[in-house]
T-cell receptor, first 113, second 112 residues
Framework: DQQVKQNSPSLSVQEGRISILNCDYT??????FLWYKKYPAEGPTFLIS?????DKNEDGRFTVFLNKSAKHLSLHIVPSQPGDSAVYFC????????????FGSGTQLTVLP | DAEITQSPRHKITETGRQVTLACHQT?????MFWYRQDLGHGLRLIHY???????NKGEVSDGYSVSRSNTEDLPLTLESAASSQTSVYFC???????????FGQGTRLTVV
């Protein structure tokens, strides 16, 4: 039973447009959510996180939105650039877990020039 | 610069062999983790450690073991490699007070 789900395996977006990646979760105990980016043959790289007490966190071109009632979060990338093409993983954790991360299955983002 | 390194980057082994994957971090992080990545599953937790001499099982720990004799290293051992353990393995570490973990570059293991 996947506690963190990314239902879109892939997404294509035109350069300069907004990319929106979605993630759903089922465990109400999660209190932090994270996004990681992964290029081929490299390890995942931390992008941005959000605490469950917030509904938005912004870092440059990246913004994460959290809707606790819907158990849904999204990552917005504006404007999208070809270098953003990668697999994006949503992850979640809770304080009683020693900060183990539970990952979604990932979404392949392709930004077309 | 502090970093986390995994070795080897690629490994081919035969069914039934014992294999050890190395992970070394220079951040002095207490928490260390091993994940495997498979298509359709994302990254799944194998084992984790809060500190020296501490080890814990994760979601997919069967057939794997770890030991933590110092802060910097968490080697992952496959006791008797099986084809189902063909995967990409990632080591990660984190500070006890932070949520984000930092990952190594991965080890691609093929069991034939």
């Amino acid at each position: 039973d996947q506690q963190v789900k990314q239902n879109s395996p892939s997404l294509s977006v035109q350069e300069g447009r907004i990319s929106i990646l979605n993630c759903d979760y089922t465990n109400s105990m999660f209190d932090y959510f994270l996004w990681y980016k992964k290029y081929p043959a490299e390890g995942p790289t931390f992008l941005i996180s959000i605490s469950s007490i917030k509904d938005k966190n912004e870092d440059g071109r990246f913004t994460v939105f959290l809707n606790k009632s819907a158990k849904h979060l999204s990552l917005h990338i504006v404007p999208s650039q070809p270098g953003d093409s990668a697999v994006y993983f949503c992850a979640a954790t809770f304080s009683g877990s020693a900060r183990q991360l539970t990952f979604g299955s990932g979404t392949q983002l392709t930004v077309l020039p | 610069d502090a970093e986390i390194t995994q070795s080897p980057r690629h490994k081919i082994t035969e069914t039934g062999r014992q294999v050890t994957l190395a992970c070394h971090q220079t951040w002095n992080h207490n928490n260390m983790f091993w994940y495997r990545q498979d298509l359709g599953h994302g990254l799944r937790l194998i084992h984790y450690s809060y500190g020296v001499h501490d080890t814990n099982k994760g979601e997919v720990s069967d057939g794997y073991s770890v030991s933590r004799s110092n802060t910097e290293d968490l080697p992952l051992t496959l006791e008797s490699a099986a084809s189902s353990q063909t995967s990409v393995y990632f080591c990660a570490s984190s500070e006890s007070t932070r949520v984000e973990a930092f990952f190594g570059q991965g080890t691609r293991l093929t069991v034939v």
